[in-house]
């Protein structure tokens, strides 16, 4: 909604259109929810390895029969990429984005049981050791 409102007001500033609304059923937002659904696939490829999973359509209600068994069929898949083989394409981009530093006499990424302690450093940090002592003094 926000990208349609958005989307209404540029059109509008460029002087396309009379008035800052633009219906669902036009051309443009046609044009533009495919857009994201193209953005949407290609980081969802990327990442979780299939497609979207809903499409616009699914949120807006009007999608076919036929694309909820797609979803479904898409859910199933992702969850067996996320059960089986998510942990190496986590590594490939925690080394593609330089988030993993291979050194010399340290475990590489591959051999490390998670990737928690790469994206939360703090846990990995010693607390600094404190000396406690207590003077007494006669009085």
């Given at each position: 909604?926000?990208?349609?409102?958005?989307l209404?007001?540029?059109?509008?500033?460029?002087?396309?259109?009379?008035?800052?609304?633009?219906?669902?059923?036009?051309?443009?937002?046609?044009?533009?929810?495919?857009?994201?659904?193209?953005?949407?696939?290609?980081?969802?490829?990327?990442?979780?390895g299939?497609?979207?999973?809903?499409?616009?359509?699914?949120?807006?209600?009007?999608?076919?029969?036929?694309?909820?068994?797609?979803?479904?069929?898409?859910?199933?898949?992702?969850?067996?990429?996320?059960?089986?083989?998510?942990?190496?394409?986590?590594?490939?981009?925690?080394?593609?984005?330089?988030?993993?530093?291979?050194?010399?006499?340290?475990?590489?990424?591959?051999?490390?049981?998670?990737?928690?302690?790469?994206?939360?450093?703090?846990?990995?940090?010693?607390?600094?050791?404190?000396?406690?002592?207590?003077?007494?003094?006669?009085?």
């Amino acid at each position: 909604m926000v990208g349609k409102c958005a989307l209404a007001y540029q059109l509008y500033s460029l002087g396309l259109i009379d008035k800052p609304n633009l219906q669902f059923d036009t051309d443009a937002v046609r044009l533009f929810e495919e857009l994201y659904e193209d953005h949407g696939d290609t980081l969802s490829l990327q990442y979780g390895g299939s497609q979207l999973v809903h499409r616009v359509k699914t949120y807006r209600k009007i999608a076919p029969w036929t694309q909820h068994s797609k979803d479904i069929m898409q859910t199933l898949s992702r969850y067996y990429s996320n059960a089986f083989s998510d942990a190496d394409r986590q590594d490939a981009i925690n080394l593609f984005l330089g988030v993993f530093h291979p050194t010399e006499g340290k475990p590489h990424l591959w051999e490390l049981p998670t990737d928690f302690y790469l994206h939360h450093k703090n846990t990995m940090r010693l607390l600094p050791t404190r000396r406690y002592f207590s003077s007494y003094s006669t009085i």
